[in-house]
């Protein structure tokens, strides 16, 4: 069984910055995508950055410039770190990876999600 355990959410003055941990555990043959979704109350989930095993980062429009993605391929983690942090921002940040557990083949998984909120 794998398991996504996010870390580092918390409660920050606009302009701050926060850094979110997501480390996968388990029976876990090779970790292909790792991403870092949000979800605001009252909309609908959305990518925020991802990268891929081979090193290839995208963001979202509206973190460019200030998110940085990063992942520990030897500790099977994924870094989110978040500067300039506006209340905009404020929103549950959960990890998803996706992960083989056997030679062939992978399925998504989620972490439980770490809330982040820009507040004055």
């Known amino acids: 069984q794998v398991q996504l355990v996010e870390s580092g959410g918390g409660l920050v003055q606009p302009g701050g910055s926060l850094r979110l941990s997501c480390a996968a555990s388990?029976?876990?043959?090779?970790?292909?995508?790792m991403d870092w979704y949000r979800q605001a109350p009252g909309k609908q989930r959305e990518l925020v950055a991802s990268?891929?095993?081979?090193?290839?980062?995208n963001y979202a429009d509206s973190v460019k410039g200030r998110f940085t993605i990063s992942r520990d391929n030897a500790k099977n983690t994924v870094y989110l770190q978040m500067s300039s942090l506006e209340p905009e921002d404020t929103a549950r940040y959960f990890c998803?990876?996706?992960?083989?557990?056997?030679?062939?083949?992978?399925?998504?998984?989620w972490g439980q999600g770490a809330q982040v909120t820009v507040s004055s």
């Open positions: 998803r990876a996706v992960i083989g557990i056997y030679q062939h083949g992978a399925s998504i998984y």
């Open positions: 388990g029976s876990i043959f090779r970790i292909y995508d």
């Open positions: 990268t891929t095993s081979d090193g290839s980062i």
